[in-house]
């Protein structure tokens, strides 16, 4: 079990053993057949999700099922090609969905591995205790939530306060906080990911997201909400705001602690130093204590290969190999 970092000034705990690839399902789990990424069907214009779409392999081996983060995703998916790339004889399939989607399929028997870019609840580790399963966690990489705004906003940084009354409603124009005398558009994700519950408890101090909050199922809708509104504002995983940045669609602002702190952005640096407001660690959860082919892409998504696509796809490894 680990301990997970709140915004606070302090050191992120570096995880010693962190996250692997795409998961195994054995016979017992449900869900073999591939699905599909649950994205929100993004237009042809915006960049895809870092690591391509969802992800099946086959092999004929052991048979993995991975569900749940939408912001594990993209590591998810490069997890599963490289471990398969080891191991010819794995069959490993990967959604996405949400990381209450993920844990509901590990407590309910359907998957192998639930992504998730929280902690589990303490309701769901009793509904999975119900059930007799014994939920093991493991950190796989850590993450920023990147503040993104269209390019046109000529704001050039925000305090964690300034976010949080935008997203509670109590800042409704630009102006109030020296931007433009534009309506802000606020974009965030639907009630069953990891990010929507992180973001509300931790940046919103569980206060309630304001009631016109454009609610969507993926970083991509949001960062392609964001790039069709001049008000527009989002919070996203930072390979997701890295790829539309580039791509000219959104523009990431940097976010201080507090008015007269400096305000960064979330590089690799900033997040393991603790110097970026907004971090989280990313999770892997599974039933009991790995084994076979779970625990072979375990112990690869932990090692020096697996944390090496951590870095590759954008996200901060845990474990430098």
């Known amino acids: 079990m680990t301990k997970h970092d709140t915004i606070a000034r302090r050191p992120f705990l570096l995880l010693a053993a962190a996250a692997l690839f795409a998961l ?7 869900d073999k057949t591939a699905s599909t990424d649950t994205t929100g069907g993004v237009p042809p214009t915006t960049p895809a999700a870092p690591g391509g779409p969802a992800v099946t392999t086959t092999g004929g081996g052991g048979q993995v099922v991975i569900k749940g983060s939408d912001t594990l995703l993209p590591l998810a998916q490069q997890w599963a090609e490289g471990f398969k790339a080891k191991n010819p004889n794995a069959d490993l399939t990967v959604t996405g969905g949400g990381s209450s989607t993920g844990i ?26 119900a059930k007799n399963v014994e939920v093991k966690e493991f950190a796989v990489a850590r993450d920023g939530i990147t503040i993104v705004v269209h390019p046109s906003n000529p704001v050039k940084s925000l305090t964690v306060e300034q976010v949080a009354g935008i997203y509670t409603g109590k800042v409704n124009n630009w102006k109030e906080i020296g931007g433009p005398d534009q309506k802000i558009v606020a974009s965030g994700r639907d009630a069953s990911s990891g990010t929507y519950g992180y973001f509300q408890e931790d940046v919103l101090k569980k206060a309630r997201y304001r009631a016109d909050m454009i609610s969507t199922p993926s970083n991509n809708q949001i960062a392609t909400n964001v790039a069709e509104q001049p008000g527009g504002i989002g919070y996203i995983g930072v390979a997701y705001a890295s790829a539309f940045t580039k791509a000219g669609k959104v523009k990431e602002v940097p976010i201080a602690f507090k008015a007269g702190d400096a305000p960064l952005l979330p590089t690799p640096e900033n997040i393991l130093s603790g110097k970026y407001p907004i971090s989280r660690a990313l999770l892997n959860y599974t039933n009991g204590e790995p084994k076979g082919v779970v625990k072979e892409y375990l112990d690869y998504v932990t090692g020096p290969e697996g944390q090496a696509v951590v870095e590759k796809v954008g996200f901060v490894p845990v474990k430098k190999g």
């Open 104 to 129: 509901t399929a590990l407590i309910s028997g359907t998957c192998d591995i639930a992504d998730a870019s929280r902690p589990i609840k303490n309701d769901e580790r009793d509904q999975a205790k």
């Open 24 to 30: 195994l399902a054995p016979a017992g789990c449900g």
